[in-house]
């Protein structure tokens, strides 16, 4: 069994960063393709971005390549979100997501086994 920790979030303005982090709990978390989603209120959660464990390929959504970056620490058990450039629209409660090996589709949530309990971004105007 995996635990996922977020923190990190908070009220930023427009233009301004935040770093998440991912802390995770077990022993084989280098093993693990790591995700983050979002979701902002009245809509689904969406894909952000994802990192494979294997060779650290990253995937982003449209919406936030170039301003985002996904990475992990193995040693420290951690995956990160720095998050740059941030919108109004980025606001949402964000979602670390985690899963076992390469199976699975990286950017749906079913391609994820275990879940962090979530943290809220806010972005004012």
């Known amino acids: 069994q995996v635990q996922l920790v977020e923190s990190g979030g908070g009220l930023v303005q427009a233009g301004g960063s935040l770093r998440l982090s991912c802390a995770a709990s077990?022993?084989?978390?280098?093993?693990?393709?790591m995700g983050w989603f979002r979701q902002a209120p009245g809509k689904e959660r969406e894909f952000v971005a994802a990192?494979?464990?294997?060779?650290?390929?990253?995937y982003y959504a449209d919406s936030v390549k170039g301003r985002f970056t996904i990475s992990r620490d193995n040693a420290k058990n951690t995956v990160y979100l720095q998050m740059n450039s941030l919108k109004p629209e980025d606001t949402a409660v964000y979602y670390c997501?985690?899963?076992?090996?390469?199976?699975?589709?990286?950017?749906?949530?079913?391609?994820?086994?275990?879940w962090g309990q979530g943290t809220q971004v806010t972005v004012s105007s």
């Open positions: 077990g022993r084989t978390f280098s093993t693990y393709n």
């Open positions: 990192i494979r464990w294997s060779g650290g390929i990253t």
């Open positions: 997501a985690g899963r076992y090996g390469d199976s699975g589709n990286i950017y749906r949530q079913t391609g994820y086994d275990y």
